[in-house]
T-cell receptor, first 111, second 112 residues
């Protein structure tokens, strides 16, 4: 059974700082990663996805993927208090065609 | 304008009773899912359906039964409710299996 490990479990950054979140899959057949953000009391919403090696940037958010190590990271620059949320990483396995979620990183941005 | 509608938003039930959680999606998606999330456990996959057929079931208990009467509906019937079933239940959908998931706003179930 594929596992998706996220670190750290929780993270506190000052407003305007950089937040870096990590995610690694145990399944060598993973071919797609997603990052979801879930604000307190709300449902998860897809933030970014990546399937090619390298990086992808959208505004203040950058996602990196290293397929060899099955590792993806999400970086949030100029963090805002509104970025405070649970960040979930999800990975798809090409041989099982299943999406597995990690346990999340809880980010708190202090004003 | 929500595209995945879950009803009710909040639900309180007594131990031993039965409830049905409703989910309808208007995204034209072919795959639908149920997830559960509680303070004790992270987002937990329960069921996936594709074209109204059960694809995966990770719920050990038969007390949880998904019901798909239409392509864009996937309800969840829970029988013999226990306090441990208290959680927020999220319905989700994707264009096809294992593509980007879109979540409904959830049903928060409390079992007394």
């Amino acid at each position: 059974q594929q596992k998706v490990q996220q670190s750290p479990e929780s993270l506190i950054v000052p407003e305007g700082g950089m937040a870096s979140l990590n995610c690694t899959s145990s399944d060598r057949n993973v071919d797609y990663f997603w990052w979801y953000r879930q604000h307190s009391g709300k449902s998860p919403k897809m933030l970014m996805s990546i399937f090619s090696n390298g990086e992808k940037e959208e505004g203040r958010f950058t996602v990196h993927l290293n397929k060899a190590s099955l590792h993806t990271s999400l970086h949030i620059r100029d963090s805002q208090p509104s970025d405070s949320a649970l960040y979930l990483c999800a990975a798809r396995s090409s041989n099982t065609n299943k999406v597995v979620f990690g346990t999340g990183t809880r980010l708190q941005v202090l004003p | 304008d929500p595209k995945i509608i879950q009803k009710p938003k909040y639900l309180v039930a007594v131990t031993g009773s039965e409830k049905i959680l409703i989910c309808e999606q208007y995204l034209g998606h072919n795959a639908m899912y149920w997830y559960r999330q509680s303070a004790k456990k992270p987002l937990e996959f329960m069921f996936s359906y594709s074209y109204q057929k059960l694809m995966d079931n990770q719920t050990a208990s038969s007390r949880f039964q998904p019901q798909s009467s239409k392509k864009n509906h996937l309800d969840l019937q829970i029988t013999a409710l226990k306090p441990d079933d208290s959680a927020t239940y999220f319905c989700a959908s994707s264009q096809s299996s294992a593509e980007t998931l879109y979540f409904g706003s959830g049903t928060r179930l409390t079992v007394l």
